[in-house]
């Protein structure tokens, strides 16, 4: 069974910072990639950034030279530094594990709210 656990999410005010952390267990293998969603309310769930185990990265334009994906592989964790937030990325940010296409896995999600 994979558990994805996540912290970090909070208030901030605007041009704040929050960094989020998800670590991954349950399986042998480390997932090949590894991701941040996040849902604001009346609006479908979007990428943020991903990561593969590789060290290959993929942002959304929103969020490009604001936030930084990183990984520890060792400890099948993913990091998302947030920088310069705005009230727009106000939302619960969502952790993602991909094993293979048909085996991926969801954190319980973590509430970012960015006042103005």
């Known amino acids: 069974q994979v558990q994805l656990v996540e912290s970090g999410g909070g208030l901030v005010q605007a041009g704040g910072s929050l960094r989020l952390s998800c670590a991954a267990s349950?399986?042998?293998?480390?997932?090949?990639?590894m991701g941040w969603y996040r849902q604001a309310p009346g609006k479908q769930r979007e990428l943020v950034a991903r990561?593969?185990?590789?060290?290959?990265?993929n942002y959304a334009d929103s969020v490009k030279g604001r936030f930084t994906i990183s990984r520890d592989n060792a400890r099948n964790t993913v990091y998302l530094q947030m920088n310069s937030l705005k009230p727009d990325d106000t939302a619960v940010y969502y952790c993602?594990?991909?094993?293979?296409?048909?085996?991926?896995?969801w954190g319980q999600g973590t509430q970012v709210t960015v006042s103005s």
């Open positions: 990561i593969t185990s590789g060290g290959s990265t």
């Open positions: 993602n594990a991909v094993y293979t296409i048909s085996d991926t896995y």
């Open positions: 349950g399986k042998f293998f480390r997932p090949n990639t």
